[in-house]
């Protein structure tokens, strides 16, 4: 079946018309029609704040297109206009220990305001892929800046495709909300809010989160993974996450605890 046409687009005062009321007063938004990368304006807003002593509140960026979208290691994120949620959160943490959970805790946030706002059930591919079957949804970049060695803030910068049809898609291997069948598709605007206060929310409360992680988790037991680690190939059999989310994965030469890397095969 065709999917139906695509809604069109917020404009950014469209965007700032339904920032949620849960973040008002908590988080400030900026919110452009397009920009090179939120992710790269957050920092470089993030570091005028720095520089002149001041302490922001926490804020977001948000556009409706990205003419040069960063991905995981440096990739480009195709970010068409009014397509998906752009977006970049800047917030404080705790601590060091907080910061290395993020991934995985907002890729929860994310697939539970999937499944709430946007009308489809997402998996985690790990670390925090969010997919429909073998297709790819959205993704997370986190970068961790500090001042001082004592202020540590975090801008996590997320994408979700939205309205893409199939031409539309930056790869095959890639789907969107429309294509995967949201009912109904909600308005581009209500995502992006939705989605920022699920990150927003999910950092600042202390909720448990590993075993909703491993209840999302796109692999099974026993399921063939290949990622790359350090530069390094490492191919084994899914064995579980440890207490900190970390892939457990068994191979020829014993089980392997991997902290971060990249799953290419699964």
């Avoid at 998996?123 to 202020?151: E, M, Q, T």
């Avoid at 803030?153 to 890639?174: D, K, M, Q, R, T």
């Avoid at 909300?177 to 809010?193: I, Q, V």
């Avoid at 191919?235 to 014993?254: H, I, Q, V, Y």
């Amino acid at each position: 079946m065709t999917p139906s046409p695509a809604p069109v687009g917020d404009s950014p005062s469209g965007l700032v018309r339904r920032w949620p009321a849960s973040l008002r007063g908590r988080v400030n938004a900026v919110c452009a029609r397009s920009l090179d990368s939120t992710q790269t304006l957050a920092r470089r807003l993030l570091d005028r704040h720095f520089a002149e002593d001041e302490t922001p509140e926490p804020f977001a960026v948000i556009a409706l297109a990205q003419s040069a979208g960063l991905g995981r290691r440096g990739r480009a994120w195709s970010s068409g206009s009014g397509l998906g949620v752009w977006a970049s959160l800047a917030v404080p943490v705790a601590d060091r220990e907080r910061l290395q959970a993020l991934p995985m805790r907002v890729a929860v946030a994310l697939a539970d305001v999937v499944a709430r706002v946007g009308g489809a059930a997402c998996r985690l591919k790990w670390p925090n892929d969010l997919v429909i079957g073998r297709r790819k949804l959205g993704g997370i970049l986190i970068d961790a800046v500090s001042r001082h060695d004592r202020d540590l803030w975090a801008v996590i910068g997320f994408g979700i495709n939205h309205g893409h049809g199939e031409s539309e898609l930056p790869a095959p291997e890639a789907v969107s909300l429309r294509l995967a069948g949201a009912t109904p598709l909600p308005a581009l605007g209500e995502l992006a809010g939705a989605t920022v206060a699920a990150v927003f929310e999910e950092i600042a409360s202390d909720r448990p989160w590993l075993e909703r992680y491993r209840a999302l988790t796109a692999h099974a037991a026993g399921d063939p993974i290949e990622c790359e680690v350090a530069g390094e190939r490492l191919a084994g059999r899914f064995a579980g996450f440890d207490e900190r989310g970390f892939l457990r994965l068994a191979t020829a030469a014993g089980e392997r605890v991997v902290a971060s890397g990249e799953v290419f095969s699964w």
